[in-house]
T-cell receptor, first 114, second 113 residues
Framework: GQQVMQIPQYQHVQEGEDFTTYCNSS?????IQWYKQRPGGHPVFLIQ?????EVKKQKRLTFQFGEAKKNSSLHITATQTTDVGTYFC??????????????FGSGTQLTVLP | DAGVIQSPRHEVTEMGQEVTLRCKPI?????LFWYRQTMMRGLELLIY????????DSGMPEDRFSAKMPNASFSTLKIQPSEPRDSAVYFC???????????FGQGTRLTVV
């Protein structure tokens, strides 16, 4: 299929614990984006990574692009209940490599227990 | 800009009926994407347009699905005839250029009974 693999599919954490989701592609990606979808909502853009080995931070969120540009991770430090939702990575089609296409990973659904 | 606007927000229809979903992208955006989201299959790309031209429709499930973009400010996704397995949330998204963030509409929740 078109999807980039993400693991884990589900994650339950206690509030205050850390959380990490991983995105893996069999082909090199020119860039990767991350989105968050709250329950009942729509995906909302978080960030884009372009350079090999790039690391970007947004408050408690740290995004990383692998050296080979085939994988990426999102790490949340000290989760809060507001972090609940599904996190998706997205990028060009892994099969065609077309930069015009935007294909989403399978997503990681995060539940934060108070 | 009001963002990407989709209508209707909810649609309940009987099997066999025609369903038309509508999308108004953000003004100036030259890419428009249609996605379908289900628990089983996640967020699937159905088709996308660039400058109103369909570029890749390989994600369209079957001939019952069709999409058009008659102008830069309007697109439709039509299902005819609809089936219960088409029940899902359908999202429209738009962006300007390659490698830029995509903006999603609120989605249309379709239920086919």
């Amino acid at each position: 299929g078109q999807q980039v693999m993400q693991i884990p599919q589900y994650q339950h954490v206690q509030e205050g614990e850390d959380f990490t989701t991983y995105c893996n592609s069999s082909t090199t990606l020119s860039n990767i984006q991350w989105y968050k979808q709250r329950p009942g909502g729509h995906p909302v853009f978080l960030i884009q990574l372009v350079k090999s080995g790039e690391v970007k931070k947004q408050k408690r969120l740290t995004f990383q692009f692998g050296e080979a540009k085939k994988n990426s991770s999102l790490h949340i430090t000290a989760t809060q209940t507001t972090d609940v939702g599904t996190y998706f990575c997205a990028g060009p089609s892994p099969s065609s490599g077309s930069a015009r296409q935007l294909t989403f990973g399978s997503g990681t659904q995060l539940t934060v227990l108070p | 800009d009001a963002g990407v606007i989709q209508s209707p927000r909810h649609e309940v229809t009987e099997m066999g009926q025609e369903v038309t979903l509508r999308c108004k992208p953000i003004s100036g955006h030259d890419y428009l994407f249609w996605y379908r989201q289900t628990m089983m299959r996640g967020l699937e790309l159905l088709i996308y347009f660039n400058n109103n031209v369909p570029i890749d429709d390989s994600g369209m499930p079957e001939d019952r699905f069709s999409a058009k973009m008659p102008n830069a400010s309007f697109s439709t996704l039509k299902i005819q005839p609809s089936e219960p397995r088409d029940s899902a949330v359908y999202f429209c998204a738009s962006r300007t250029g390659q490698n830029t963030e995509a903006f999603f509409g609120q989605g249309t929740r379709l239920t086919v009974v």
